[in-house]
């Protein structure tokens, strides 16, 4: 089955700097790539999602990168602010496994002010 | 409109007992999903629901049932507890199930088993 890798575990950084997460997924066949944010004792809440056909996607202060050859995929967060605090998640599935996602352990992001 | 809840929001259970945890949609979607988090793994997925009468089995099924009576409602059982099953639990649901549906999370439950 699918296995996703996601680094670092935990990211600290300075208010306004860029935060950047990696995930790897190993089955080739994956095409659909979202990432979750989840604060603290909330529930985990979709940010961005990019699937295989494309190679980057933006939406504001957020981007992701997907790598098909290499089979990675980035989370790109701009001049971080301390809201952006939270627990991110990637996940990876592929349309003959319809919805089941597989999640990467998250990485836990701290935005100093 | 809810959305998707979730109860109990917290409990805690001997050993041995049989538990199940309540999830319910308002959102008429198709697919409806359970999910265990623990600390490093991130979210696994325990058992699924692509419409209502289905159920599959998922990365984590051991010691879990599930059943699909209707659209809105999907209940997740622990026939009999064991303190590994000690987590929190997340139900979330997605409109048709397609690969590339956004999923939405209930608020979870949070299970210790002592």
């Known amino acids: 089955g699918e296995n996703v890798e996601q680094h670092p575990s935990t990211l600290s950084v300075q208010e306004g700097d860029s935060a950047v997460i990696k995930c790897t997924y190993s089955?080739?066949?994956?095409?659909?790539f979202p990432w979750y944010k989840q604060e603290l004792g909330k529930r985990p809440q979709l940010i961005i999602d990019?699937?295989?056909?494309?190679g980057e996607k933006k939406d504001q202060r957020i981007a992701v990168t997907l790598n098909k050859t290499a089979k990675h995929f980035s989370l790109h967060i701009t001049e971080t602010q301390p809201e952006d605090s939270a627990v991110y998640f990637c996940a990876a599935s592929r349309k003959a496994a319809g919805n089941k996602l597989t999640f990467g352990g998250g990485t836990r992001v701290l935005v100093k002010p | 409109i809810a959305g998707i809840t979730q109860a109990p929001t917290s409990q805690i259970l001997a050993a041995g007992r049989r538990m199940t945890l309540r999830c319910t949609q308002d959102?008429?979607?198709?697919?409806m999903y359970w999910y265990r988090q623990d600390l490093g793994l991130g979210l696994r997925l325990i058992h699924y629901s692509n419409t209502a009468g289905t159920t599959g089995k998922g990365e984590v099924p051991d010691g879990y049932s599930v059943s699909r009576a209707n659209t809105d409602d999907f209940p997740l059982t622990l026939a009999s507890a064991v303190p590994s099953q000690t987590s929190v639990y997340f139900c979330a649901s997605s409109e048709r199930g397609a690969a590339t549906d956004t999923q939405y999370f209930g608020p979870g439950t949070r299970l210790t088993v002592l």
């Open positions: 990019i699937r295989s056909n494309v």
């Open positions: 959102m008429r979607h198709n697919a």
């Open positions: 089955d080739s066949a994956s095409n659909y």
